[in-house]
């Protein structure tokens, strides 16, 4: 289990809650089609792989190295820095940052900042719009100490109650 920051592609005029109805329907569409058989395929055009390689250059300047790897259902990032590590994923159209829950208390909040610094550039870079659920913020205007507060209050349960 992660704590997880999505994005969406939202189009012109339209909600995330919209654009994330029609890209479920469109995955529930093609699960029907294909017995889920195969993996769900990316959407990585010329320009939007053009993009990523873009963001990622940006986040290797402002925020440090990571290691990128491809796969059949999108790209992904790791960021391993000073403050622990997290995953971004990318299929074109949505993206999503991954944080583990091992960061308990204060400790999550140097993590959470970084993790909120690249979904920032994420929205810049890729033209997407992040929204972080699990504190019912947007990544543009939200406080990553209120989001470090989730991430390290879980956490810190975690480790006190299953060891």
Do not use: K
Not at 80 to 100: D, K, M, R, S
Not at 102 to 120: K, Q, V
């Amino acid at each position: 289990m992660t704590y997880d920051i999505l994005f969406w592609r939202v189009p012109e005029g339209g909600s995330w809650e919209q654009a994330r109805a029609a890209l479920n329907a469109e995955y529930d569409a093609w699960e029907a089609e294909t017995g889920g058989r195969d993996p769900y395929p990316h959407r990585l055009t010329e320009r939007r792989r053009a993009d990523w390689e873009r963001l990622l250059r940006r986040v290797e300047a402002e925020v440090g190295p990571g290691e990128a790897e491809e796969y059949l259902t999108g790209v992904e990032f790791w960021r391993t820095g000073p403050h622990g590590v997290f995953q971004l994923c990318y299929g074109g159209e949505t993206a999503g940052i991954e944080i583990a829950y091992r960061y308990p208390g204060e400790t999550a909040l140097p993590i959470m900042e970084e993790a909120y610094r690249i979904a920032r550039l994420v929205e810049e870079e890729l033209g997407l719009l992040g929204y972080d659920h699990e504190v019912d913020q947007p990544v543009r205007t939200g406080d990553p100490r209120r989001a470090a507060a989730r991430l390290g209050g879980i956490a810190d349960w975690a480790q006190r109650t299953l060891g």
